[in-house]
């Protein structure tokens, strides 16, 4: 539906076109496809040394998605990222600046690659994956005319401006690339249902029952807010914040957490909205 409101509205306004860029880095299987025929087409002294320098990656992305690194594999793999995007760097410096546009895809596909090397290395930090968003998105909107406006969909916790998981959330690195220029949106429901995985090890999609929020949540207390015949309520966490009499919205508050995984219950994660929020 998404796509199609899009090409339906490009095609009365020409001139202002709508597009859509992905910007997460847990894959990196286009990334490096994309670098390698970048350099085969234009490069191709060092294709097939950038192509074996990322094919013990690749390969285990081969056999199944999201693989493990063996003990002091994950330090290869992400020292040969590096070792092929200095590779890559340094050619471009060497040659004239032709295929502009396809030359600084190559440098992010390169880019992509390290970072998602990275975080194979360091699995269990999630300050790397939220970080290294935060930059790709920082790259897209560069790559955009002056004033161009851009909306990122991700989970609330990561576009939230606090700590998300013992690390450091997208938003809050968004929030020192931007500053004022940055609208916090979190979206959530009481009740209904939504589309995900069965689990985290099992990727086949599923509509999930999104059972009733529970009472002293946000949901809840919106659901109870909500007036007759409407449907949804838009919160200005900002003007709350700043009313002395909504001490509530400063102190921690059950939220629903629901993202790539279908989970049952989802509220084990208080957030403070004031924080959070616009």
């Not at 999630?126 to 955009?144: G, K």
């Not at 689990?199 to 999104?210: E, L, Q, S, T, Y």
């Amino acid at each position: 539906d998404l796509v199609e409101w899009m090409r339906a509205y490009n095609a009365r306004a020409p001139k202002q076109p709508l597009s859509f860029v992905g910007f997460d880095m847990q894959d990196p299987q286009q990334p490096m496809d994309s670098l390698v025929a970048y350099l085969r087409r234009h490069d191709p002294a060092i294709a097939d040394e950038v192509r074996d320098l990322l094919a013990p990656h690749r390969e285990a992305w081969r056999k199944g998605d999201y693989p493990r690194p063996a003990e002091g594999e994950g330090a290869q793999w992400l020292a040969n990222a590096k070792r092929a995007e200095e590779l890559l760097a340094q050619r471009m410096l060497d040659t004239p600046p032709d295929h502009v546009t396809e030359r600084r895809w190559a440098l992010q596909n390169a880019r992509v690659v390290v970072q998602c090397a990275a975080q194979a290395h360091d699995p269990w930090n999630p300050s790397i994956r939220d970080s290294c968003m935060a930059a790709n998105i920082a790259w897209t909107l560069a790559q955009q005319p002056e004033g161009t406006r851009m909306a990122v969909w991700a989970h609330d916790a990561h576009i939230g401006r606090t700590g998300f998981a013992n690390g450091t959330s997208m938003g809050a690195h968004m929030q020192r690339l931007f500053g004022e220029r940055l609208r916090v949106v979190g979206i959530s429901t009481y009740a209904g249902s939504y589309r995900a995985t069965r689990g985290f090890a099992d990727h086949r999609p599923m509509d999930a029952r999104c059972f009733p929020a529970p009472v002293g949540s946000l949901e809840e207390a919106m659901h109870r807010a909500l007036p007759p015949h409407a449907s949804a309520i838009l919160l200005d966490v900002r003007a709350l914040a700043a009313d002395p009499k909504s001490s509530w919205i400063h102190a921690p508050r059950p939220v629903r957490s629901i993202g790539y995984s279908a989970f049952d219950f989802g509220f084990e994660q208080p957030t403070v909205l004031a924080s959070q929020f616009d």
